[in-house]
């Protein structure tokens, strides 16, 4: 995620000198012309950044951070699942900024929904340049509430992989249905994906769409009526789905 964003940075136009990337292991060839050390000891004194993105592993913050504490003017923006504000506040300080935010791997592809929470040491200027950064690879969205930073993660964080999945069972019923294996798959990967657009492109509700595909009494209804089955239907699924991805991300803040 951290090269999903930082390549839409240099898409849109922010100046390369302007950006300094801690990654051991080396960019990657397209990111080449950002400037790059293998860990925060090694970060030139005269660099002052106004903003450092945490692009790490959850399990790995709580090493990592503390080598930025001296970043007192920096704002923090972090895209690590679960971590709470205090989590950040607890190594860098009560006046540290920081702001959390859940971006999604569409981001990849500039097709990106991110939601932000601040902490209130955050200011406006502060605000409006994470936004900035964030619109690069798609939506940005502010809340207040940081308790629902789990359902954000639940719905969207993790959704590209509910519907990545759609895809795959879909491919799968094909195959057993007596297509062949690449038909199947071509079939499932375009209609997901043409429905995909259709939503982002039409002003209609996914109701109105579904209706819309729905004929009374014909094969898109039969198949629905399994769909949507009160007792074994994709909407209890989908809500012990993502009741199940809260309370992991509750864990996770722990």
Request: charged content about 20%; overall charge negative; some cysteine.
């Amino acid at each position: 995620m951290g090269q999903a964003l930082l390549g839409g940075w240099l898409e849109q136009g922010f100046a390369a000198d302007d950006i300094l990337a801690v990654e051991p292991s080396g960019l990657p060839p397209h990111l080449d012309a950002v400037a790059a050390v293998p860990d925060a000891a090694q970060i030139p004194a005269a660099f002052k950044p106004d903003l450092i993105l945490l692009a790490v592993k959850p399990q790995m913050l709580g090493a990592v951070l503390p080598a930025y504490a001296g970043f007192s003017d920096a704002v923090f923006l972090s895209i690590a699942a679960g971590k709470p504000l205090r989590f950040f506040k607890n190594i860098l300080g009560d006046k540290a900024a920081i702001v959390r935010a859940m971006p999604n791997t569409p981001a990849a592809i500039r097709k990106g929904i991110t939601v932000c929470c601040a902490s209130d040491t955050v200011s406006a200027k502060a605000r409006a340049l994470c936004t900035s950064l964030l619109e690069a690879v798609g939506q940005v969205e502010w809340i207040d509430d940081e308790a629902l930073m789990d359902a954000v993660t639940a719905v969207s964080g993790s959704g590209p992989a509910y519907v990545f999945l759609l895809a795959e069972v879909m491919a799968a019923a094909g195959i057993r249905a007596g297509l062949p294996e690449p038909l199947a798959a071509k079939l499932a990967r375009a209609t997901v994906s043409g429905a995909g657009a259709l939503l982002d492109k039409s002003p209609d509700s996914p109701t109105q769409l579904r209706s819309n595909v729905t004929s009374p009494g014909g094969t898109t209804a039969a198949a629905l009526e399994i769909l949507m089955n009160e007792t074994r239907g994709i909407f209890d699924l989908m809500r012990e789905a993502v009741a199940a991805a809260i309370k992991r991300g509750q864990e996770l803040a722990k």
